[in-house]
């Protein structure tokens, strides 16, 4: 099942489920279920699935837009695509790929071996990476740090949890950071990672029974400047190290995780510094049975 949440400007924003090009609207006035987060926090509450749900409160009326009409920048007097959840909290893993910690171990001033050291030991590497208010959705902007010189995407799988552990879903993510910062101490690793438009979750989110083995998955990257295309790689989540469970285990330890929280898995596209952003660069991240997350970079 895909769902979305749209934004619809008398309304606020309003979850869907996607049928083709077609949104329908998904609710419970009586209880003030409109948003997605609503839905997922109601579904925790009473033990459902979540799909079984959302095929419980589906209008049978669509939405007057397809989405290929409000598959647009975003524009608080239209209706547009939003991003598909407001996650109460978001983290992220770092060095789940092997090419990961290779690279952040050449390119750190200080401490050398302390990514590899990670992507071998027990422990993961997890950070706090944002709110939903630093999150964009499709066709919005990515930050870029007025402080930073090497801003990188970070293509990755998002994964949408309740507060029992349990992966309700699936988006396709953009863990965008400061890499230069990183580089220059890993104790300004927060500074690096956490500021506007940091994190952009889209287009789509698709419930985990539609994604039986997430480690199938490719993901592919795409830079545009101008027009012409600047960077480009691709992995598969086969070359993850750890399995998302076990990501997700280390998470909960000693820790109170909200339901709807998004954990980021990890990149292993590892983009160069010839192609570090600049203000106007588009960025599209492809998940085939997931869809494609498209942002244009800003100063922030």
């Known amino acids: 099942m895909k769902l979305v949440q749209i934004f619809d400007p008398k309304r606020g924003y309003r979850a869907g489920k996607l049928e083709g090009d077609i949104v329908y609207p998904v609710y419970y006035e009586e209880k003030g279920l409109r948003t997605m987060l609503d839905l997922v926090e109601y579904a925790t509450a009473l033990d459902m699935d979540l799909s079984e749900l959302v095929d419980e409160l589906t209008s049978t009326e669509p939405f ?9 920048v975003p524009d608080k007097a239209k209706f547009h695509l939003a991003v598909p959840i407001h996650p109460p909290e978001v983290w992220a893993c770092g060095v789940t790929y092997k090419k990961s910690a290779e690279f952040r171990d050449e390119d750190t001033q200080t401490s050398k071996g302390i990514y590899d050291y990670v992507y071998l030991a027990k ?3 997890l950070f706090f990476k944002a709110t939903a208010s630093r999150c964009t959705g499709p066709n919005d902007f990515i930050g870029l740090r007025r402080d930073a010189i090497f801003t990188a995407v970070e293509p990755e799988l998002a ?31 927060p500074q690096s990672k956490v500021f506007r438009g940091c994190c952009a979750l889209g287009p789509v989110f698709v419930t985990s029974d539609e994604i039986r083995d997430p480690y199938t998955l490719t993901i592919r990257c795409e830079i545009k400047r101008t027009g012409q295309i600047l960077f480009s790689g691709d992995t598969t989540l086969g070359m993850m190290k750890r399995k998302i469970e076990e990501l997700i285990d280390f998470l909960f330890l000693a820790n109170t995780i909200p339901t709807g ?4 898995t990890g990149t292993g596209i590892i983009q160069t510094e010839e192609a570090a952003l600049r203000e106007s660069d588009v960025v599209e991240i492809t998940i085939p049975e997931i869809g494609k997350l498209v942002n244009v970079a800003q100063r922030v």
Request: a negative charge.
């Open 123 to 125: 422990r993961p590497e």
């Open 64 to 72: 007057a837009h397809s989405l290929g009409e409000i598959n647009v």
């Open 159 to 189: 994964v949408v949890m309740d507060g029992r552990k349990k992966v309700l879903g699936y988006m396709v993510a953009n863990d965008v950071s400061a890499w230069d910062i990183e580089r220059e101490n890993p104790l300004y690793l």
């Open 261 to 264: 929280t998004v954990l980021l």
